[in-house]
Each structure stands twice: as C-alpha cells, then as structure tokens.
C-alpha cells in the first residue's frame, strides 16, 4: 500500500507519508550516526536534549519530561540513561532539595561527542530530506518541513 492507494481515506493518505517520510529520514540519520560515531539516534536525541539543561531552579529536566522529548518511555528512558552513563557519557545525582528526585548531566565526554555528532545528523538530514523530496508522494511534506520556523 502506497500513500495514494485509493483505498486509503485523504487523512489516512497524508498519515501514511508522513510516517514514511519519518522512516526513511530516521533510518538515514540512524545509520550514519552509528556509522560515524556510535550512536544511535535515540541515544543522539537524549544527550542534545539533556544537553540543553541549565544549572539552577527550573533547570533540570524531570526524567518524563526527558522521555516526551525522546519520545520513549519513561522505563526505556531510564535504560537508555543507563546505557549511556555505563559509557561515561552522561552522570546521575540526587536533587539536593528532593531526594527523591535525580538528575542526569551530560559529562564531557558526552558533550564532545555530541559536537562531533552534529554535523553528521545535519548532513544526513539534509540528505535524507533532498532524497525524499524526489519522491512526489513525499515532496510537499519535505517542502513543509523545511518551511517550518519553530519560535525558540
């Protein structure tokens, strides 16, 4: 079934290109970063996400916080956490006001490989964006998300 199978509702159309054009960038930049420098996207997403903490009130992320902007569970994130922290690429500590709660730090180490893994994720975004847009089930999905302006 392709994204314009009559069969298919218009919504159920525009939902099958878009996880399309979802699984071909995510398997483009999975390769490439784990090609380049070990990692997977999952892995990727959680040290630029983690990395954007500040230290200070309101400066950590709780850990669900962390898996919505993974886009994992909150029991895979705590895996994926640990992986990474076996690897010396992330650190954990208890809150000094709740010590309940924990935080995650990426070390540096972490953040070195991060900077080396970004350009690797841009370029294989931009390729994988420029192949699908070949493609004219997927063009104006490509051209929509390039002209998405996300306000910081």
């Not at 992320?61 to 895979?76: F, G, T």
Request: hydrophobic share 40%; glycine share 8%.
């Amino acid at each position: 079934m392709t994204a314009t199978d009559p069969a298919l509702t218009a919504l159920a159309q525009g939902w099958c290109a878009l996880s399309l054009l979802h699984g071909r960038i995510e398997s483009h930049i999975e390769r490439a970063l784990e090609a380049g420098h070990g990692l997977s996207m999952r892995e990727f997403s959680l040290l630029d996400v983690l990395s954007r903490q500040h230290n200070g009130p309101g400066g950590h992320l709780q850990m669900k916080q962390v898996a919505d902007a993974v886009v994992l569970s909150q029991s895979a994130t705590t895996r994926l956490v640990s992986r990474l922290e076996d690897r010396g690429l992330l650190s954990r500590y208890l809150c000094d006001t709740d010590r309940r709660g924990i935080y995650t730090d990426v070390t540096e180490s972490g953040l070195a490989l991060l900077a080396e893994a970004r350009p690797t994720n841009d370029t294989a975004l931009r390729e994988a964006l420029d192949e699908a847009a070949k493609n004219p089930e997927l063009a104006p999905l490509v051209s929509a998300v390039e002209g998405l302006r996300i306000p910081a």
